[in-house]
Each structure stands twice: as structure tokens, then as C-alpha cells.
């Protein structure tokens, strides 16, 4: 089965950049999305398509792609982007459809 | 603006039957993907089921042969009917709408979910 990896957390302070990475086979190959997810909350889409966001989603979030490695951008980083990350592939080369990464836990110091 | 609303977790026996609804409002129901996506206490996301637009149904590895996911569209419902139930199954369970009308592999719109807890 496909399996997307995310380091399980990143630290980062008050309005610097945060990175968080999603590797995986051939992503080069497929959409990639990214979700934020609040304690207590569903997720939410901040990046889809690689890197388009949808309304309403600041331009501090931004999306991209090398190799096989894809990563999500939040720059200027605030105390509410404290969340976790998961990344998202769409795979119909298997059973399984839709899979997503292992989470990132982003903490603001 | 889109609205996903679940019901119907709560405790069940291991082995035993339990069935998800989720009532949708504000966008064709009819007209794009639903899904499944379940996340167990304290874990990531797993990806559970979707029929997409023209009735097609799709399961992961774990839940296929026990879970069947169904929709009424004029009452603009999606079901999960689950069986067999394990442990495993616990979690909270999100009802979640695929982006465009044509699968391209994007969920832009999730329910708050319902939890399900199975236990032996």
C-alpha cells in the first residue's frame, strides 16, 4: 500500500517559517493536498491542487513539490496555526483511493 | 454554504451493527463525491469509504467486506452501514464532500463528526 511520511512534529517561533514535508513514492506523480486540523476540530483544506489554496485560506499557506518530497509553507506563523498537518494523495493505482500522511504536530514556541 | 451532519455513533459490542447518517445542505448533493474518514483516538486520518457522484463505491483495505456506504439522494443523506465491528473500528467517524464533480482525489468540505466506540 502507498505510504506518505510527515515528521511527527515541528517547532517553530512567532512569526517565522515553518516547513513540513510529505514524502512518498512517485508523489511527483500525484495531486498532493494538505489539511490543518485544530484540537477538538475536523480537518480543514489549506492547500490543494500542490499548491492552490481555497477561499478564504491566507497567502501565508503555500504548497510545492520536488522529487519525491512535497511540502507545505506557512510563513509569518502565528500562535493560531498551531495544529496538526496531514498530507493527501489520490492513488487509483491501488484499492485504496485516498491516502493520507502520518501528521505533523506544528507548535509555536 | 455547505453543512455535513452526522449521527448515529455511540457504543456498541464488538461484532455487533452500527449505521452513520449524514445530512448534507447547501451544494447538489447528488452531483459530487461522498466519503467516509474515520480518526481513531489520539491517531491520524484513514480514509474509509467514498461513492462518488455516479454511485460508485470504493472502501479501503479494512473496512471492504464489512462496511457498505450508501446515499438517498433526493433526502440528501449518506449512510455507512457498519458490521462486524472490531475494536479497531473506534474512532471518530467524518462524513466529508469531494471538491469538483469529477473525482480528482480532493476533499474540500468535512462534517464535525460522530464517535463510535466498539468495544469487547
Known amino acids: 500500500s502507498y505510504v506518505l511520511t510527515q515528521p511527527p512534529s515541528v517547532s517553530v517561533a512567532p512569526g517565522q517559517t515553518a516547513r513540513i514535508t510529505c514524502g512518498g513514492d512517485?508523489?511527483?506523480?500525484?495531486?498532493v493536498q494538505w489539511y490543518q486540523q485544530k484540537p477538538g476540530q475536523a480537518p480543514v483544506l489549506v492547500v490543494y491542487d500542490d499548491s492552490d489554496r481555497p477561499s478564504g485560506i491566507p497567502e501565508r499557506f503555500s504548497g510545492s513539490k520536488s522529487g519525491n518530497t512535497a511540502t507545505l509553507t506557512i510563513s509569518r506563523v502565528d500562535a493560531g496555526d498551531e495544529a496538526d498537518y496531514y498530507c493527501?494523495?489520490?492513488?487509483?493505482?491501488?484499492?485504496?483511493?485516498?491516502?493520507f500522511g502520518t501528521g505533523t504536530k506544528v507548535t509555536v514556541l | 454554504q455547505v453543512r455535513l451532519v452526522e449521527s448515529g455513533g455511540g457504543v456498541v459490542q464488538s461484532g455487533r451493527s452500527l449505521r452513520l447518517s449524514c445530512v448534507a445542505s447547501g451544494f447538489m448533493f447528488g452531483s459530487y463525491g461522498m466519503h467516509w474518514v474515520r480518526q481513531a483516538p489520539g491517531k491520524g486520518l484513514e480514509w474509509v469509504a467514498l461513492?462518488?457522484?455516479?454511485?460508485?463505491?470504493y472502501y479501503s483495505e479494512s473496512v471492504k467486506g464489512r462496511f457498505a456506504i450508501s446515499r438517498d439522494v433526493p433526502k440528501k443523506m449518506l449512510y455507512l452501514q457498519m458490521n462486524s465491528l472490531k475494536d479497531d473500528d473506534t474512532a471518530v467517524y467524518y462524513c466529508?464532500?469531494?471538491?469538483?464533480?469529477?473525482?480528482?482525489?480532493?476533499?474540500?468540505?468535512w462534517g464535525q463528526g460522530t464517535l463510535v466506540t466498539a468495544s469487547s
Open positions: 466529508a464532500k469531494d471538491r469538483n464533480t469529477v473525482v480528482r482525489g480532493i476533499i474540500s468540505d
Open positions: 512517485n508523489i511527483g506523480g500525484k495531486i
Open positions: 493527501q494523495v489520490w492513488d487509483n493505482s491501488t484499492d485504496i483511493l485516498y491516502v
Open positions: 461513492i462518488s457522484y455516479d454511485g460508485n463505491q
